[in-house]
């Protein structure tokens, strides 16, 4: 049995998220309806980790076992020859078999992009969230790095969250400004659901002189979600890459 490991780009728009349901289309689905038509074979495909509808990918990684004896670098090319094109196989590897990629899964850099010109972009606009009144970058650069570091994130979180604990920790968070755009990038052990999007939504209300960048560490230390700012909308939010233990 062979275990091949998948690294996918993928526009979320017009995919109701990663996971598989019934009469929805989704990013798993179709990659292993791909595998089947390939392979002959029903296969799990395991990602290291769930997005949500709108959201989009440069370096999901997903694996499935398989026993098929197609050579691994026809993987990628056979794979998306069977898919949308807002789907692309843009590496496969043949990876040892205790290689799981969520369980294995160190480290994910999420990024979230705002447009913050007057008119916002007819090209990207399902690409970024547009804010068309200016933000003040400076403030909303001194508030991201009080994210950095071991935090219970519980101000930071959806109702939705099925995990136990909500304490995560963010080794990098970063806010560049780059052609009328504020770019926000975070890497940590984990996220919790929709915590890139609150976080998000909490920095343009910095930005937005609605909460003091010095209030972070006590919204953080309250875990109270009232506080922390507005989930912002999926289509601005990538999942950038997945690194493992090496």
């Known amino acids: ?40 074979e029903e296969v799990d495909l395991i990602a290291s980790g769930r997005t949500d509808a709108g959201v989009h990918s440069l370096g999901q990684i997903a694996n499935f076992k398989t026993q098929s004896k197609l050579p691994i670098e026809k993987f990628a090319i056979a794979i998306n020859s069977q898919v949308k094109n807002s789907i692309r196989i843009i590496n496969a590897e043949e990876v040892d078999e205790n290689f799981h990629s969520r369980y294995s899964c160190k480290q994910k850099t999420y990024r979230y ?9 007819a090209v990207y606009r399902n690409l970024e969230y547009h804010m068309p009144v200016k933000l003040d970058a400076q ?45 926000i990038e975070l890497t940590g052990n984990g996220f919790l659901y929709n915590m890139v999007r609150i976080i998000a939504g909490t920095l343009v209300d910095v930005g937005l002189n609605k909460i ?26 990538y999942l950038v890459k997945v690194e493992y233990i090496k």
């Open 113 to 121: 992009i705002i447009n913050n010109t007057p008119y916002g972009s």
């Open 1 to 40: 049995m062979r275990n091949i490991k998948l690294t996918i780009e993928y526009d979320g728009k017009d995919f109701n998220g990663w996971q598989k349901q019934p009469n929805k289309l989704n990013i798993q689905g179709e990659i292993e309806r791909a595998i089947k038509c390939i392979t002959g």
């Open 212 to 237: 003091d960048p010095n209030l972070i560490p006590e919204i953080i230390k309250q875990g109270d979600r009232t506080k922390a700012g507005k989930t912002l909308p999926p289509h601005g939010l």
């Open 139 to 183: 403030k909303m650069k001194k508030a991201i790095k009080y994210f950095e570091g071991e935090h219970d994130f519980k101000a930071f979180k959806s109702s939705g969250t099925s995990s136990k604990s909500s304490v995560r920790t963010i080794y990098k968070a970063e806010l560049k400004e780059e052609d009328g755009r504020i770019i």
